[in-house]
């Protein structure tokens, strides 16, 4: 049975760190893009990172965390990373993962309607 289970949020002041981890069940990550994905009440799940399925391929970042998230994943662990640095109150949210078998330029769009896995999500508050 495919699952998708995150871990490592939580409550962290701003300028602070946080890694989210995303373990796959079920299925292989290799040759799929992995995702993460954010929202907050009332709002739209918006994207975070993506990543193609070679690592020198396409990366995605949106321009809020661009230089300061930094998406990863370890194929042979069936896990997704995602370290976030400096964070913000702004980045407060609750944060999904998510993988789909790669199609192209996928990664690079980076649509959360794109992929049909999804964890269940993780609350990270930044907040003094």
């Known amino acids: 049975q495919l699952q998708l289970v995150e871990s490592g949020g939580g409550l962290v002041q701003p300028g602070g760190s946080l890694r989210l981890s995303c373990v796959l069940s079920?299925?292989?990550?290799?040759?799929?893009?992995i995702g993460w994905f954010r929202q907050v009440p009332g709002k739209e799940r918006t994207a975070v990172s993506c990543?193609?399925?070679?690592?020198?391929?396409?990366?995605y970042y949106s321009d809020s965390v661009k230089g300061r998230f930094t998406i990863s994943r370890d194929n042979a662990k069936r896990t997704m990373y995602l370290q976030m640095s400096d964070l913000k109150p702004e980045d407060t949210a609750v944060y999904y993962c998510?993988?789909?078998?790669?199609?192209?330029?996928?990664?690079?769009?980076?649509?959360?309607?794109?992929?049909?896995?999804w964890g269940r999500g993780t609350q990270d508050t930044v907040s003094s």
């Open positions: 990543q193609s399925s070679d690592s020198d391929g396409d990366t």
């Open positions: 998510a993988f789909e078998p790669e199609y192209p330029h996928m990664a690079a769009t980076c649509r959360p309607r794109d992929f049909g896995s």
């Open positions: 079920g299925f292989r990550l290799d040759a799929s893009v």
